[in-house]
Each structure stands twice: as structure tokens, then as C-alpha cells.
């Protein structure tokens, strides 16, 4: 925030980058190959809706929103809430390429009905360690971090941090620790 | 509602409501005016006592750094806060870590008072060394989705930085407060000389520092409540519904004023950090009160709601 936003306390939400979204694509192949976990063909974008004032509002735009979806893609969309009052879009593609594209088509719908600033993350699920991987896409940051939560609202940290190193060459990483934030009993 | 222009048009306009050109312009103009009593006061102070008023100024600066540096542990001391991990409060992490991501914020650390009291405060120098501290009477009394409210608004603080600007603003009224106080002393123990005969200047500067000190007070009073007000804006902004933080508000003050003054003692000098005080003045005393009433909050957050979209009962 700038000296002049400080001064006068004029605390703005940052609008979503979500353009990275689409280096997924190329850390593919590491994660398939080297470590050997695949895409499960689920993701979501989590927003947090406007106010339960605009919920009326907000409830028929959404359904336009996933009719659009629905006819560009050929991916499943469903919704779903959370007992934060986040609402989940959830999108089901078995071919990972559209994965990413309709998740980022979501987003930018989302953006495009003035839900920019209210767009958390973009999360993929990816099987085959002892734990599910979800790979978070932060829109406030434009960059991934990785989540892997195990038993009751415990992450494994240090298969976490192994797979940033990994992982950085392609994705753009989330640097700061402090941002990694965790989404426990996430709907995919 | 079809996506006919006229609507786009209003979800564009929706856009727009992070602003409040009167809170800025009155945030500035107390600045300001607060900046000139400084200056004044300072020009004073070379004026009157030469050079060798710096020690103090000095010795105040070093104070006011130390202050500010330690500010966390000094507020989770005083209200004895416990910093909690995730595995000890996970639903309340979870909500910290969501809301601070919403504001760009790195996590700050979440601390947990043990009082019946609803209550929330945030402190620290800077982003990275915050901590938001919530009462267990908030998080058991209110529902999540106020508790959300709540947290939002002292992350608003953090983002806002209110530690480092009421620091630096009540720097120049610690030195005058701590003059006034070395004035008298002075004064009693004859140490003042005359100047060509005339009044002693321990007695001038007595004088000019209590004026600093009143004035400033009442200036930094004023810009906090103005920063309570940005604080309570940018909450209904991170979590999109204001109503949530106006019935927090009530339920808080509600709690407040029931309970007996006995146990508010206990906690009575944090009132400044906290989203509400214990101790609620109106009329003139208002002027000295760290927060605004709190049917003035309730009704530019109920604004803020019809700015967004719809009209809510006050």
C-alpha cells in the first residue's frame, strides 16, 4: 500500500491476477514424472459472494455465469458453500488442459461480474502420495503454494517445502511462508 | 435479472465504494493542523531554550522507538493475551488466515485472551510482526460470521499501519507532556533564570507545553476515531457484509456495558487497542475518546451497506 493510503487509511482489496494460473500447465509433466502424483481432474475457485444484500443479486448472476461456463467448456461446474460464507465452484475435467482453462475462465467471469476483488484462490487436486496434493493458486498474489493436509487439520510441512523447491523452476511460488494459507475440509 | 447494459453498468459502479473522500479529507486536515501545532511548538522550544532541550527530545525519540518496537509483547502483556498455534484454535486460524489473505496480508499471529469480555485488538510495528488478539467471550458469544467482521477490522488496521502513524503522531506530545512535567519541576526548584528581566522561561514553557499537550490530545483523539472509522470501512470490504460487523458492534457493546465495572478494571488500559472500549463517554467528553460513539459507527457502516447494494434497517 502506498504512503498516501497509509496516511489516510484507505485500506483497498487487490484486485485478482489470474493469468499465472496457466503455468500449471508446464509443471505438469514434473509433477507426473518426477514425482509421480497425477492431476484427480478436480479444481475449484473459492470467492467470498458480496453480502448476503446482494445474495438475490448475486445468486442470478451466478447462474448466468455458470450457463456461460457451461457453453464454452465442456468441463463440469457445480457449486457449493462453506461454513466460512465462501462459496466454492467446483470443476471436474479429466483432460488437464481444460482443467486449467475452465478454472480460469471462471475466475475471469467471477471478475467480469465485479467479483474480482472478492476472488480468494483457485485450488487443484493431484493424487498419488501418501497424502492428496492440492496446489492453491492465490488471485491476491498470482502465485501457487502447495497444501497437503493430513489427519485432523495438520499439513505436512516438510513434503510441502520439498515440493516448493521442486516446483519453482516452473510455477510461480509464493515466496512469503506467511501467506500459505491453508484450506482444511476443502470440497474436492 | 437479465444481463441487460444497465446492469453491467451498476456491477461496474459497484466497484467504487472503497473510497470515503470525507473520512480522508478529515484524516488529512487533522493531520495537518496537527503537523502546525508541532512545528509550532517546536520553534518554541529552540526559541526558548537553546540547544540543550534536544537531550530531551532525544530521550524521548529513543522511548517512543522502544515503544513502538515492542509494541506487541507490551499489548499482549497488558491484556494478557496468549499467542495460540493452529492446533490449539484451528477454526480460528483458519478464519485469521482466510480474511488475511482477502486483504494481502501475510498471516499475523493469533492470540486468544481468557476473558468472558467480547472483545478483539491488533498491534504490532509492522505487517510482518502483527498479531490480531481476540477474547474467548468473542469467539464463543458471537456468530462466525461476526467474529469474521471483527477480525477484519483489525486486520484493516495492520494494513492501514495505525501503530507506526499514532506513534509518530503523539511523538511531539509525549516531549510536551514530558516538558510540562520537567517545567514544574524546574520552576519548584528554582532552576529557571530570567530573560532580561521579564517572565521565567520555565513558566513559558510550562505554559506552551501544556497548550501543546491539550491540543495534540484532542487532535490524535480525533484521528483516532477517523482511523476506527477507515478500520470499520475496510472490514465491510474484506468480508463484503457490513451488517455482520454492525450486530458484532452491538453485541460487543451490549456485553460491555452489562457486566460491572469491577472486572473492566482488568482490562480498562487497553482501551485504545480494542474494537470497543470499556469505557464509553458521550457529549464533551467524546472529544477524548479513542473511538467514535457507537451509533455513529453503526450508521456509516449501514452507508457503506446501501453503497453496496441494499438498504439495511439502522
Avoid at chain 2, 507532556?177 to 510550562?206: K, N
Wanted: hydrophobic fraction near 50%; avoid cysteine.
Amino acid at each position: 500500500m502506498g504512503l498516501g493510503n497509509v496516511l489516510f487509511g484507505r485500506k483497498k482489496l487487490k484486485k485478482a491476477a489470474g493469468d499465472k494460473i496457466f503455468a500449471l500447465s508446464s509443471a505438469r509433466v514434473t509433477l507426473e514424472v518426477e514425482l509421480g502424483l497425477k492431476a484427480a481432474g478436480k479444481a475449484a475457485v473459492l470467492f467470498k459472494p458480496m453480502s448476503a444484500q446482494e445474495y438475490v443479486r448475486a445468486e442470478n448472476e451466478m447462474q448466468e455465469l455458470l450457463d456461460v461456463v457451461a457453453q464454452e467448456a465442456a468441463s463440469r461446474v457445480t457449486r457449493r458453500g462453506d461454513e466460512f460464507g465462501y462459496e466454492w465452484l467446483i470443476v471436474e475435467d479429466n483432460d488437464f488442459e481444460d482443467l486449467i482453462n475452465t478454472v480460469h475462465l471462471v475466475a475471469s467471469e467471477l471478475a467480469s461480474h465485479g467479483f474480482g476483488e472478492q476472488l480468494l484462490a483457485a485450488v487443484f487436486r493431484f493424487d498419488g502420495g501418501e497424502h492428496p496434493l492440492y496446489l492453491i493458486y492465490g488471485f491476491k498474489r498470482g502465485a501457487f503454494w502447495p497444501f497437503i493436509p493430513k489427519g485432523d487439520k495438520e499439513r505436512d510441512n516438510a513434503n510441502e517445502l520439498e515440493l516448493k523447491a521442486k516446483l519453482e523452476k516452473e510455477l510461480p511460488i509464493e515466496q512469503d511462508l506467511s501467506r500459505w494459507f491453508a484450506l482444511f475440509d476443502l470440497p474436492i | 435479472m437479465a444481463s441487460t447494459p444497465a446492469s453491467r453498468i451498476s456491477l461496474m459502479e459497484r466497484k467504487a465504494y472503497g473510497r470515503d473522500f470525507g473520512l480522508s479529507l478529515r484524516m488529512g486536515m487533522t493531520m495537518f493542523v496537527l503537523g502546525l501545532v508541532y512545528v509550532a511548538f517546536f520553534i518554541a522550544l529552540v526559541q526558548f531554550t537553546g540547544v540543550g532541550i534536544f537531550g530531551i527530545v532525544l530521550i524521548i525519540g529513543i522511548l517512543s522507538f522502544v515503544q513502538f518496537f515492542t509494541s506487541d509483547k507490551i499489548a499482549l502483556l497488558a491484556s494478557g493475551a496468549k499467542v495460540v498455534e493452529r492446533e490449539q484454535a484451528p477454526e480460528l486460524h483458519d478464519m485469521v488466515e482466510r480474511l488475511a489473505a482477502m486483504a494481502d496480508l501475510p498471516k499475523p499471529r493469533v492470540a486468544v485472551i481468557p476473558t468472558d469480555v467480547p472483545n478483539a485488538f491488533a498491534t504490532g510495528r509492522s505487517q510482518k510482526k502483527s498479531v490480531v488478539a481476540v477474547t474467548e467471550g468473542l469467539w464463543n458469544r458471537l456468530e462466525p460470521q461476526e467474529v469474521e467482521g471483527v477480525i477484519a477490522h483489525e486486520l484493516t488496521h495492520i494494513a492501514n499501519r495505525d501503530v507506526m502513524v499514532m506513534t509518530i503522531a503523539s511523538f511531539f506530545a509525549m516531549v510536551a507532556a514530558m516538558l510540562a512535567r520537567f517545567g514544574l519541576y524546574g520552576g519548584m526548584f528554582g532552576g529557571g533564570r530570567d530573560r532580561s528581566g521579564g517572565t521565567p522561561v520555565w513558566l513559558i514553557m510550562f505554559v506552551v507545553s501544556i497548550v501543546t499537550y491539550v491540543i495534540s490530545y484532542v487532535l490524535m483523539m480525533m484521528l483516532s476515531r477517523y482511523r476506527e472509522y477507515a478500520a470499520d470501512r475496510g472490514a465491510a470490504l474484506i468480508t463484503g457484509t457490513p451488517e455482520y460487523l454492525m450486530s458484532a458492534l452491538q453485541k460487543i457493546a451490549s456485553r460491555i456495558s452489562q457486566i460491572p465495572q469491577r472486572d473492566l478494571r482488568e482490562v480498562a488500559g487497553m482501551n485504545a487497542f480494542f474494537i470497543v472500549p470499556t469505557n464509553v463517554k458521550r457529549g464533551f467528553a467524546e472529544l477524548f475518546m479513542t473511538h467514535p460513539p457507537l451509533e455513529k459507527r453503526l450508521a456509516r457502516l449501514a452507508a457503506i451497506s446501501r453503497e453496496m447494494g441494499r438498504p439495511v434497517e439502522p
